[in-house]
């Protein structure tokens, strides 16, 4: 079975068509790129740390190429991140004690989820949907400023028990996935507090897990938009590079600088999080 055309593509071989796709502007300047690959550097760099680069990878596209056509937005934006959250997630694995087989187990939830999501994502007004997870952001800001010691210890330093394990991936692979396929801002930061949050991670070790989750999904959206042709690589490429070294720079600073600097960042990740969503539903 064949997925449907992307916003922006035309007919692909599975609909009676060659592989390709609806004129885009790619013709952008020497000044623009590297801006762009800046930009990737410092998502990835975040996104590694907490979570949360779509924010500013996203938006610097968008920017950037404003005659692009948004299926080639999005395509391109997952071909960039997932090289940074790939390089992460090696560097976390390394260095964080990772429990390695039960985030491959959540991020084939995710998968799962995410693909469930993208496929209602046309029926679901996301206008409604942004209020709500606003309100879920501040309950969460709100926790996280009162609670200092969360994800800067383990309540238990026992192997988290089945009934926690069946829960994360529940709730952080096939709902947190869910959520990336429907509308996604922020969700690796989601990822990050759902982890230390039900299984007691620190948060170091949580945004590694994530990171590994995240690798999963993207593979999945990637070849989606791989298969449509929606990702222009010779824009996606110089971009790639830049990010993969700031995910690899930004493992190794949380690495070194332990749970206490990821949390100063979650914190920050979440409110820009809000003014995003905040923008989108009434400054937009």
């Known amino acids: 079975m064949c997925p449907p055309p992307l916003p922006g593509t035309t007919a692909g071989p599975c609909h009676g068509g060659s592989p390709t796709i609806a004129p885009v502007a790619t013709d952008i300047s020497l000044t623009t790129l590297i801006v762009l690959c800046l930009a990737a550097a410092a998502a990835g760099w975040i996104d590694a740390v ?133 509308i996604g801002p922020g969700t690796g930061t989601f990822l990050v507090l759902a982890l230390a949050g039900i299984l007691h991670m620190e948060l170091v070790t949580a945004s590694g897990t994530a990171k590994i989750v995240n690798v999963c999904t993207n593979v999945g959206a990637l070849v989606t938009f791989t298969w449509q042709g929606a990702v222009l690589w010779q824009v996606a490429a110089p971009m790639a590079v830049f990010n993969l070294m700031g995910g690899a720079l930004g493992a190794r600073m949380a690495l070194r600088r332990g749970s206490g600097f990821v949390r100063a960042v979650l914190v920050v990740v979440v409110v820009s999080l809000v003014c995003k969503l905040g923008y989108d539903q009434w400054g937009g």
């Open 50 to 182: 907490v979570g949360g680069g779509g924010l500013l990878q996203l938006p610097a596209l968008l920017v950037g190429l404003p005659h692009t056509a948004p299926a080639h937005i999005l395509g391109t934006n997952k071909a960039v991140a997932i090289c940074g959250t790939t390089a992460a997630a090696v560097a976390y694995s390394r260095k964080a004690p990772l429990d390695l087989r039960t985030a491959v187990r959540i991020g084939l939830a995710a998968l799962g989820g995410s693909l469930a999501g993208a496929f209602f994502a046309s029926g679901i007004d996301s206008a409604v949907l942004r209020p709500l997870i606003m309100a879920v952001l501040m309950v969460v800001l709100a926790f996280v400023l009162l609670r200092p010691a969360f994800g800067t210890t383990v309540a238990d330093a026992a192997p988290p028990s089945r009934r926690r394990v069946l829960t994360a991936i529940l709730v952080a692979g096939l709902g947190i996935g869910f959520y990336d396929g429907l």
